[in-house]
């Protein structure tokens, strides 16, 4: 990487690096997911689960908002690519590391509110990841920024391998909920080294060539705000499903609720977390596209972006609930899958609506409409909150609990989803073709019922992934029927190989 801006890779090939380690990142995190409760009882991923929640409402905002953030300054300051670096950094010593200590500090008033004093300690170190993620994020966001996808991706894969080394080293070594979070410490400390290393640091021509703070850090303000937002719809269910049941069963019963229902959130956000690469590549396309103000260009990343996205994330989303019970079993064990089997169902369609409240929410934000993102996810966590809060109350001795939890987190995302999707069309024109919403709903439909009725439940773990794939078989045919996938798609990733190809624009 030059002084001045890094070589960029082309967006085809940059959705091939980052879809590969995003991939990989999920493959992983869902490794490490289901082999930690073989290593903790229920009680204690459950206590891991929402000290997890916790951080990571607050890590997601600091990693997605500066990368978003970096990506953004670098895309509008061409050629100064270490000047925005240098800015970025600066920024975190301002409010990344302020804010990493203030998370500490505030551990012991947390633990208090929810009555458990075991929580203490994760939480403070969850306060460390927080500020290493702050800065790290800081390279990342140069990659992207400077369409440098392949030093990205590397990055995610190793940070991935890092991550789940040190979370199931400590709990294979018995060391429990404190001992997983520090392994995640150390895991962000080393990738915070390699990043140093990979991408480097602004160096001499970087700090002299010095780019103010103040409109970065407003932007990201506002991006924060939007995430914080955002990722509080992901986990507000986990914290009052912690905090409602504590307070009318008990620390023990409450604990084990939350392990049984993270199990069904991981199984549900694959659909989620499977389309997370496309918001990567995207931002920094909108934000050119908008801020040369073609607009042609936007409503075609918006139309290519939210289609393939809902279609791929349908996909897996039936594939989960189609067989939630078997699919549980399978990487959870029986207990897991006959507690978290209803809340499957709802969450994973749940979270294909959360799939598009999160594209439209970074195309928002891309072209710089981060008061629409805001609003619209202000509106829906309100309202899951509210929701959320009283259903729980009032099932919380019913057996069904879990699943009404299910049943208002999925509704209120698929409300965010609508509404984010009215905000796409009030200011580009553009958002999912009705048509294509149709479509996959029918090829969704039928997919959902053959896998439903098919007589292989039940029947062991290789049934359970040959009843997958035939459900996966049977949408992409109906998805080929409809014509929803057809000649044209086949084109255009034609079109894609030969602009990779030697000669071609990439």
Same mark, same amino acid.
């Given at each position: 990487?030059?002084?001045?801006?890094? #070589?960029?890779?082309?967006?085809?090939? @940059?959705? $091939?690096? /980052?879809?590969?380690?995003? *991939? %990989?990142?999920?493959? =992983? +995190?869902?490794?490490?997911?289901?082999?930690?409760?073989?290593?903790?009882?229920?009680?204690?991923?459950?206590?891991?689960?929402?000290?997890?929640?916790?951080?990571?409402?607050?890590?997601?905002?600091?990693?997605?908002?500066?990368?978003?953030?970096?990506?953004?300054?670098?895309?509008?300051?061409?050629?100064?690519?270490?000047?925005?670096?240098?800015?970025?950094?600066?920024?975190?010593?301002?409010?990344?590391?302020?804010?990493?200590?203030?998370?500490?500090?505030?551990?012991?008033?947390?633990?208090?509110?929810?009555?458990?004093?075991? #929580?203490?300690?994760?939480?403070?170190? @969850?306060? $460390?990841? /927080?500020?290493?993620?702050? *800065? %790290?994020?800081?390279? =990342? +966001?140069?990659?992207?920024?400077?369409?440098?996808?392949?030093?990205?991706?590397?990055?995610?894969?190793?940070?991935?391998?890092?991550?789940?080394?040190?979370?199931?080293?400590?709990?294979?070594?018995?060391?429990?909920?404190?001992?997983?979070?520090?392994?995640?410490?150390?895991?962000?400390?080393?990738?915070?080294?390699?990043?140093?290393?990979?991408?480097?640091?602004?160096?001499?021509?970087?700090?002299?060539?010095?780019?103010?703070?103040?409109?970065?850090?407003?932007?990201?303000?506002?991006?924060?705000?939007?995430?914080?937002?955002?990722?509080?719809?992901?986990?507000?269910?986990?914290? $009052?499903?912690?905090?409602?049941?504590?307070?009318?069963?008990?620390?023990?019963?409450?604990?084990?609720?939350?392990?049984?229902?993270?199990?069904?959130?991981?199984?549900?956000?694959?659909?989620?977390?499977?389309?997370?690469?496309?918001?990567?590549?995207?931002?920094?396309?909108?934000?050119?596209?908008?801020?040369?103000?073609?607009?042609?260009?936007?409503?075609?990343?918006?139309?290519?972006?939210?289609?393939?996205?809902?279609?791929?994330?349908?996909?897996?989303?039936?594939?989960?609930?189609?067989?939630?019970?078997?699919?549980?079993?399978?990487?959870?064990?029986?207990?897991?899958?006959?507690?978290?089997?209803?809340?499957?169902?709802?969450?994973?369609?749940?979270?294909?609506?959360?799939?598009?409240?999160?594209?439209?929410?970074?195309?928002?934000?891309?072209?710089?409409?981060?008061?629409?993102?805001?609003?619209?996810?202000?509106?829906?966590?309100?309202?899951?909150?509210?929701?959320?809060?009283?259903?729980?109350?009032?099932?919380?001795?019913?057996?069904?609990?879990?699943?009404?939890?299910?049943?208002?987190?999925?509704?209120?995302?698929?409300?965010?989803?609508?509404?984010?999707?009215?905000?796409?069309?009030?200011?580009?024109?553009?958002?999912?073709?009705?048509?294509?919403?149709?479509?996959?709903?029918?090829?969704?439909?039928?997919?959902?019922?053959?896998?439903?009725?098919?007589?292989?439940?039940?029947?062991?773990?290789?049934?359970?992934?040959?009843?997958?794939?035939?459900?996966?078989?049977?949408?992409?045919?109906?998805?080929?029927?409809?014509?929803?996938?057809?000649?044209?798609?086949?084109?255009?990733?034609?079109?894609?190989?030969?602009?990779?190809?030697?000669?071609?624009?990439?």
């Amino acid at each position: 990487m030059s002084d001045s801006e890094p #070589k960029g890779t082309g967006a085809g090939r @940059g959705v $091939l690096y /980052i879809a590969f380690a995003k *991939f %990989y990142f999920l493959l =992983v +995190g869902l490794v490490v997911q289901f082999r930690l409760p073989h290593y903790l009882s229920i009680e204690q991923y459950g206590r891991y689960g929402l000290v997890n929640s916790i951080a990571s409402m607050f890590n997601n905002v600091a990693v997605t908002g500066t990368i978003q953030s970096v990506s953004r300054t670098s895309t509008h300051e061409q050629g100064r690519a270490r000047a925005v670096q240098h800015a970025g950094l600066r920024m975190h010593v301002r409010l990344g590391l302020p804010i990493s200590i203030a998370f500490i500090a505030a551990a012991p008033l947390v633990a208090r509110l929810l009555d458990d004093p075991a #929580k203490t300690a994760p939480l403070m170190l @969850g306060g $460390l990841i /927080i500020g290493g993620y702050s *800065f %790290y994020a800081v390279f =990342v +966001g140069t990659a992207n920024g400077t369409h440098a996808f392949h030093k990205q991706a590397g990055l995610d894969v190793t940070f991935a391998t890092l991550r789940a080394i040190g979370l199931l080293g400590m709990a294979y070594l018995g060391l429990g909920v404190v001992g997983v979070v520090g392994g995640w410490v150390g895991a962000v400390a080393l990738i915070l080294c390699v990043a140093i290393a990979w991408v480097g640091l602004p160096g001499a021509k970087g700090r002299a060539d010095k780019l103010p703070v103040k409109p970065m850090f407003r932007y990201f303000v506002g991006v924060a705000l939007y995430l914080l937002l955002f990722n509080a719809l992901m986990f507000v269910d986990n914290f $009052l499903l912690e905090l409602r049941l504590s307070d009318l069963l008990g620390h023990k019963v409450a604990d084990e609720a939350n392990g049984f229902y993270t199990a069904s959130q991981n199984l549900a956000r694959v659909s989620y977390q499977a389309i997370i690469a496309a918001t990567f590549v995207v931002f920094p396309l909108v934000s050119r596209s908008t801020f040369t103000e073609d607009r042609e260009t936007t409503k075609r990343y918006i139309h290519i972006t939210t289609r393939y996205s809902l279609a791929f994330a349908t996909m897996i989303a039936v594939v989960m609930a189609a067989n939630p019970s078997d699919n549980l079993a399978l990487l959870y064990g029986d207990t897991y899958a006959h507690a978290g089997a209803p809340a499957l169902r709802l969450l994973a369609f749940g979270n294909v609506a959360f799939a598009i409240f999160a594209i439209a929410g970074t195309i928002l934000n891309g072209a710089g409409k981060s008061r629409a993102a805001i609003a619209s996810a202000a509106v829906t966590v309100g309202l899951s909150a509210i929701a959320n809060y009283l259903a729980i109350g009032t099932f919380a001795n019913s057996p069904d609990v879990l699943e009404i939890t299910a049943a208002v987190t999925a509704s209120a995302m698929l409300l965010g989803a609508v509404i984010t999707s009215w905000q796409l069309v009030r200011v580009f024109g553009a958002a999912v073709p009705l048509a294509s919403l149709a479509r996959i709903a029918i090829s969704a439909a039928g997919a959902y019922a053959a896998g439903h009725y098919l007589p292989l439940h039940g029947r062991g773990k290789l049934m359970t992934l040959v009843a997958a794939a035939v459900v996966a078989v049977v949408f992409l045919v109906l998805m080929v029927a409809t014509r929803e996938l057809g000649k044209r798609d086949l084109e255009a990733i034609k079109a894609v190989r030969r602009k990779r190809a030697p000669g071609g624009e990439s």
